[in-house]
């Protein structure tokens, strides 16, 4: 585990993607732009998560009580880099630093365990959950007999529970969001969670790396959706946890990230990486970054054209960040934000922004966006199949199904630290007349799954209560992506 620092602050197959890549021009990075509006009383941020109508929940990076969270809530014209900050009721049950979190398929936020609580390593089993609709917070009870949950994991699965982890056993929970209760899942794992992430796969299971097993240094373990049981995922090639067969080393890990390709990039806390192929079951070796640079407790986020945006620093926990765009092929280095040069990669955190955009904090005040250069293919859009033509404002429930509204991937990922997985449709608005932007609350999606192909989806969508009445046209988007527009009537 790391030491405390005190802070300053369907499916397409390898073989076509290769023909694409080929056809492509030339490598563009993107670029950087400060939030146009300062954080509440200049706040350092912390968690960011994107809820289901469009804003961002953020969290002060200070250590107080009460914690206090904001919102940012996007212009009408939908710009985040002009995006206004609200303040969101504070958190008076604890005060925690890297910990589990997911956006539940009803659109209420969990948050559980902690590393640190008020500034303390406690390794805490205690746990919130938010409330959008009425801006509170409600006190979590943990799963049985569990005496820590800490800097753990988490992930929504395809049916909507979301698996918990204990960073310091073998032990995982399902939890029903309905009854708010727990249920033991997870036999076989080969060794304890700590420092471990998940990536949700296509066929709904999910993946991860050892970083402690210390009788097979490049293990991979599979969690088994239907079963609720670990088996191996093979071998890594290459070393990626940095771990040693003596039990020393860091125990840490870098992000992996579901690609359009089906490929996952695996970054390490070593200076190596690998690739996980899905539809194969095969692991290869993937490029280093070069410069003894690595992805120990790091971001990394998937931009809309498949590339997946990597943030890296050398040593383990050394700062000056390196950035690069890993394109399937090559790692391709790009500009880092202003605070690049004194920032080490934890400090980083990523989010898919429904513009395709990627939010960036990094406990302080300087909030950055970072703009792809590239785009999506068609293909992986979303499709809607069927919404009213004729809304009405305030109406809530609605009814959206089509193909790919989760998406092909969780979005962003980082570890065990932090999640803010964004594999959730979400409805936007624009009035002809005005060219005015709203986002629908989105919720209880038929799916959580990723890359759901053809298969026909849903979700139930809230009209704004202030939207702008007349012809408009909507769009699903799922990780950035938006689906061809159809026409609707809001009166």
């Known amino acids: 585990m790391k030491a405390f620092r005190t802070l300053a602050v369907g499916l397409f197959t390898l073989m076509a993607w290769s023909a694409l890549a080929s056809s492509q021009e030339a490598f563009t990075a993107g670029t950087w732009t400060k939030l146009t509006n300062a954080t509440p009383n200049g706040a350092g941020i912390n968690q960011i998560l994107l809820l289901q109508d469009g804003t961002v929940m953020a969290q002060d990076a200070k250590f107080a009580t009460p914690n206090n969270w904001y919102k940012l809530t996007p212009d009408n014209s939908g710009s985040y880099i002009n995006g206004k900050w609200t303040t969101r009721a504070a958190l008076t049950i604890y005060d925690p630093l890297y910990f589990a ?40 009870t943990p799963p049985s007999g569990w005496t820590t949950i800490g800097d753990a994991q988490s992930v929504i699965l395809p049916n909507g529970t979301l698996m918990l982890a204990n960073c310091c056993t073998t032990q995982e929970a399902l939890l029903s969001a309905s009854t708010l209760t727990w249920t033991t899942t997870g036999t076989g794992k080969a060794d304890i969670n700590d420092e471990e992430g998940w990536t949700l796969l296509p066929d709904g299971n999910v993946l991860t790396v050892d970083a402690n097993n210390t009788s097979d240094l490049t293990n991979s373990e599979i969690y088994n959706t239907a079963t609720g049981t670990w088996s191996t995922g093979g071998s890594t090639i290459v070393k990626l946890d940095d771990t040693t067969s003596t039990g020393g080393g860091s125990h840490e890990l870098g992000p992996g990230v579901l690609r359009p390709d089906g490929t996952v990039f695996y970054a390490g806390a070593t200076t190596n990486n690998a690739t996980y192929n899905t539809a194969t079951g095969v692991w290869a070796a993937a490029p280093s970054f070069g410069s003894g640079l690595d992805m120990a407790d790091a971001p990394a986020a998937l931009l809309p054209d498949g590339n997946v945006l990597l943030d890296t620093s050398p040593g383990i926990f050394g700062t000056g960040c390196k950035f690069f765009e890993w394109d399937g092929t090559a790692l391709n280095s790009v500009p880092g934000p202003p605070n690049a040069s004194i920032d080490s990669s934890y400090y980083g955190h990523m989010l898919v922004l429904p513009t395709g955009q990627i939010l960036f904090t990094d406990f302080s005040s300087d909030v950055e966006i970072y703009t792809p250069s590239g785009s999506a293919q068609s293909a992986w859009a979303p499709t809607i199949k069927h919404v009213s033509a004729t809304l009405t404002h305030g109406i809530r ?95």
């Open 397 to 491: 429930n609605n009814i959206i199904a089509g193909t790919q509204f989760n998406g092909l991937s969780q979005g962003a990922a980082y570890g065990d630290d932090t999640q803010n997985a964004t594999n959730f449709p979400l409805v936007r608005i624009t009035n002809n007349a005005t060219g005015h932007v709203f986002y629908a609350n989105t919720h209880n999606p038929s799916t959580m799954g990723v890359a759901t192909g053809s298969t026909l989806v849903s979700a139930k969508f809230d009209v704004p209560s202030t939207i702008e009445t007349g012809a408009s046209s909507l769009v699903v988007v799922a990780n950035g992506i938006p689906s061809a527009a159809v026409a609707v009537t809001i009166n």
């Open 101 to 140: 979190s997911a956006v539940l398929p009803d659109g209420r936020v969990l948050i559980e365990g902690g590393e640190y609580d008020k500034g303390n390593p406690v390794w805490t089993t205690k746990g919130a959950i938010f409330n959008p609709r009425t801006n509170s917070w409600l006190s979590m």
